[in-house]
């Protein structure tokens, strides 16, 4: 017993052409072990003359209304940034769409608007790719500890930042690290989002609004990973600590407090080992006691991988 | 808008107990956000006459069919043990009651026959709690990596022979290791379960069903730690590696090969931070990389968070 499920693709760059890939891979698997066949029904690009691979041209749109008028049955949002993204998923939902997104600035700035109606709706908005790629954070804190109240968070969300710290403690300089974490393609394109900690505040927005929804913040305070100097990585090392780019949330006193900053871990701490372009989460929560969750954080096939994920799910559930 | 979700509880020993206290501590939370009611209906105990913190006398009962009788929505088995586990969970799915259950020797000996009679009959069975208990690994490889192919499996999945293994690290021997461990509640009845692997490997099967179900297992092999000696364990430590009990599975060839044996592991192996009763896993899949998962891997709370979030799944999905 099989039934087809139909995906809208809004966007087919990294992520997308990820998804794509690792559809056509896994597609019989799927069909097998979960009982859903999925297919593309249209996918919308800005540049149509660019070779896809794996995409029928027949497929590939420039205008949006293609997507809802093509009869998908979910929606997925790989586009990124805020204002068209967030205009198209709204359209979505309106339609009776569900939506699979993997864009941490949209659900950063407008993720409660988005819930809100699709909850109002009926309707499931999977975001397991908006934090920590294809490491399962949300799905942990939105299902795995539904009966549990989360203590805190503390957590390595940022692959660039911790790319540039990793290779700063083998000796490189920031200017390099930074430059070859761009030539591999995980840095944002704008490197302040990355190093000034924004990139890592979007997320940790979004895992503390699951984990805390409703305790209002009282704190952020966010510093980026300009200042940590060669000389800082060396006395760390010396003292067998690292420096990591830390997102913590506490709400032990009522009120939320947010922090991003570079601290100094033991050695034997879950995050220290969490090196190069990888992300780390602990979660500390009152029955469950502490989870840590580690993996890549970003990166076309591990995003896709979650992406997929949440698909597979919402089909399932629909 | 809210459901009332009644609950049938079979067994009210360590985790039954937790769960008890848990449902009491977080039914208003678990109402306010996933509007579901959760009830006890019914609670079947072997001795009556013990008195159980937080459960009305009038719900106790000896008898095991009282506990469909009392229209319970959802089945929790929690009396470990096989045959009277597999008989009682088997009529409540012929009853059309999804079942939940953190019992790893039923799942291991019966679990194939249970999943295709609840999937038969359309309903459901959690059992996030019967593997690294509050650590949601059983989600991990059902619903996150829903569109992934899982390439190996690697874990620290008995708590008792980490434990044992940590304090010979710190000096102790090994009798003393183990009789700590029982002291604390943790280590099965029979010790020869935990040290010589039995309980893992039931553990490590869950895991590859999950992972690699329908792949044939070509081989299993089963060493436990009575034979690691505290020189062992030292010249591993002048080496700056550890010992860890490792669970593992591949099928790169086409064919499951299953291991449970003491391993030495370099200090910078993400198993090597598992200390004391905790568990951890490392799965590696095709796209998402290596993820790591590490915490609690039993105890009365950790477990009884994860059964109630299984139990919050099926009351939403229902």
Chains 1, 2 share one sequence.
């Not at 995409?55 to 949006?64: D, G, Q």
């Not at 709706?121 to 109240?149: K, M, N, Q, T, Y």
């Not at 995980?186 to 940790?204: C, M, N």
């Not at 591990?302 to 949440?310: E, G, K, N, Y």
């Amino acid at each position: 017993m099989s039934r087809t499920v139909r995906i809208g693709l809004l966007g087919c760059g990294t992520v997308g052409g990820g998804l794509v890939t690792l559809l056509a891979e896994q597609h019989g698997q799927i069909l097998e072990r979960h009982g859903v066949d999925l297919e593309l029904s249209r996918v919308l690009v800005r540049n149509p003359d660019k070779k896809r691979k794996g995409v029928e041209p027949a497929l590939i749109t420039t205008r949006s209304a293609d997507i809802l008028a093509s009869g998908c049955d979910i929606v997925v949002e790989l586009i990124g940034g805020v204002d068209d993204a967030v205009r198209l998923v709204g359209a979505a939902l309106d339609a009776d769409r569900s939506v699979v997104t993997a864009n941490k600035a949209l659900l950063a700035a407008h993720g409660v608007a988005v819930f809100a109606k699709a909850k109002a709706r009926g309707l499931h908005v999977g975001f397991e790719a908006s934090v920590c790629g294809g490491v399962p954070v949300i799905r942990a804190l939105r299902v795995g500890l539904a009966g549990d109240s989360v203590e805190s968070l503390s957590g390595i969300l940022n692959g660039t930042c911790n790319y540039i710290l990793t290779l700063m403690e083998e000796g490189q300089s920031f200017e390099n690290a930074r430059a070859r974490a761009q030539e591999l393609g995980f840095a944002e394109a704008e490197p302040s989002l990355d190093v000034d900690g924004h990139d890592a505040l979007q997320k940790l927005t979004i895992l503390s609004e699951l984990a805390f929804g409703g305790i209002p913040v009282s704190e952020v305070s966010l510093a980026g990973i300009r200042d940590v100097t060669p000389a800082d990585i060396r006395r760390a090392r010396s003292r067998g600590q690292v420096i990591r780019h830390v997102a913590a949330a506490n709400a032990d006193d009522g009120t939320l407090r947010l922090s991003l900053r570079p601290e100094l871990l033991a050695a034997s701490h879950p995050l220290a080992a969490v090196r190069y372009e990888n992300n780390g989460l602990v979660i500390r929560a009152r029955a469950a006691g502490e989870l840590t969750f580690l993996g890549r954080g970003a990166g076309a096939l591990p995003t896709a991988s979650a992406v997929l994920a949440d698909i597979i799910d919402i089909a399932q559930a629909a």
